[in-house]
């Protein structure tokens, strides 16, 4: 998706140095291309096994032309609130392809999943699974659930995006999932109709998740007897990206063969709910270089774009390779790329190597698809960024440039 020509870094058929004439700076682009292939290689990974079924976790870019790209390549969407069921629905997907996720699901937004037809909630408390039953008798309707369960995994990734082990907040424990499916069969509006777990995300130890679908395995065997009809096994995402050029994540061909070694001894459609794996190296944030200030102790590139645009390095100490629109190989230099943001956490990357740095360049922010815009904010009152799509040659506005009178508009001056 990437080339070089004439030392212009360019996406697709597209150069970035073009892109941030016609667009402005900051803005996100995605490879088209690449998008179609992140999900063609799951397809294929997993063609053996066709009743899977691939729901792509809305919030790892919730763009409703990548919504729509997804859509029209068969996907199903993992969505976790009543924006994004709404994003969903505007794009024409398929009620029986949508899984619920999330901790805290209103009232409001079982109703309108009951409403909409959804394949099944997954229930992450007693509590809530009382509610759905309790809407659902009120409406009439039956709610298909499946339990998310918490398979205490260690998936050996950063503590804020590892949410599989005893103590976190998601699901409930595996040795008290048993009691939990007990009640559900019990309850007069649910059909019981899967198991669910998420054990973290950006993981790179496919044995996390081996372990993980063992337990469930387990659980399976044992709730089977309970006559009750469970025909989804939903494993989650969490399938880890290169972000650093060393790194070496699994294949999706590798992730399902391990899946699948399990799965075969399980009677139960698949469902995944990749976010990170379909979307992250497929996006870049592209970013002005404002000033260099230079002292003896820091060398600060000062650029466009802030944590309000991009979040990850300073919510989570993460890396993103950060490059030059147009590369050259003099004047290395080392710099700590800064955002305008009145914060001192308000870095994208710390001692980057660049060459022959200018004021005006444009830098390119790399493998910033997933978890990129959709974590952006108005701090500092900044407008959030637009977004383009790059397909062959051919750019598209994708989001317009958020304007400052959107800002203000639901504020009230109150004397
Ligand atoms: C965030 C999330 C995902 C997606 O995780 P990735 O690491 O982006 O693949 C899937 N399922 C649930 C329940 C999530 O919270």
């Given at each position: 998706m990437l080339n070089v020509i004439d030392n212009n870094l360019y996406i697709e058929d597209v150069s970035f140095e073009s892109i941030a004439e016609e667009f402005g700076t900051p803005c996100y682009v995605y490879s088209k291309t690449s998008l179609v292939n992140e999900f063609t290689d799951y397809k294929v990974a997993f063609k053996d096994y066709p009743d899977t079924n691939i729901c792509y976790s809305v919030k790892a870019n919730s763009n409703l032309s990548i919504l729509n790209i997804f859509n029209s390549l068969g996907s199903g969407f993992d969505i976790v609130s009543e924006g994004e069921l709404d994003r969903v629905k505007k794009i024409g997907a398929d009620p029986n392809k949508i899984v619920f996720s999330g901790v805290a699901k209103s009232a409001l937004e079982i109703r309108k999943a009951l409403e909409f037809g959804i394949c099944f909630f997954n229930v992450e408390s007693l509590d809530e699974l009382e509610e759905i039953n309790k809407i659902a008798g009120e409406m009439g309707v039956i709610a298909r659930i499946s339990i998310r369960v918490?398979?205490?995994?260690?998936?050996?990734?950063?503590p804020y995006i590892s949410t599989g082990l005893k103590t976190s907040k998601f699901g409930i424990a595996i040795e008290d999932s048993y009691q939990a499916y007990q009640k559900a069969a019990k309850m007069?509006?649910?059909?019981?109709?899967g198991i669910d777990s998420h054990i973290g995300s950006q993981i790179f130890e496919l044995q996390s998740f081996e372990d993980s679908l063992v337990r469930l395995e387990e659980l399976y065997n044992k709730l089977i007897k309970l006559d009750l009809n469970i025909r989804y096994i939903d494993i989650g995402g969490g399938l880890g990206i290169k972000y650093k050029d060393e790194e070496m994540p699994p294949t999706k061909i590798d992730f399902a063969n391990k899946i699948m070694k399990i799965m075969k001894k399980i009677n139960c459609n698949l469902v995944l709910e990749p976010g990170r794996s379909l979307v992250g190296n497929s996006g870049f944030l592209v970013t002005k270089v404002l000033y260099n200030k230079r002292s003896n102790e820091k060398n600060f590139l000062i650029v466009d774009a802030g944590m309000n645009d991009i979040l990850r390095p300073s919510l989570y100490g993460a890396y993103h390779k950060v490059t030059k629109s147009v590369q050259s190989s003099d004047n290395e230099d080392f710099y700590d790329v800064v955002g305008p943001i009145c914060e001192t956490g308000d870095v994208i990357s710390y001692d980057t190597p660049l060459n022959d740095v200018k004021l005006g360049d444009n830098l390119i922010i790399h493998s910033a698809g997933a978890y990129g815009s959709v974590m952006s904010s108005n701090y500092n009152s900044r407008p959030k960024v637009p977004e383009i799509l790059v397909s062959g040659k051919d750019s598209y506005l994708i989001r317009k440039k958020e304007t400052i009178d959107q800002i203000l508009q639901n504020e009230v001056v109150v004397k």
């Open positions: 918490n398979p205490d995994i260690d998936p050996k990734t950063h007069k509006n649910i059909d019981v109709v």
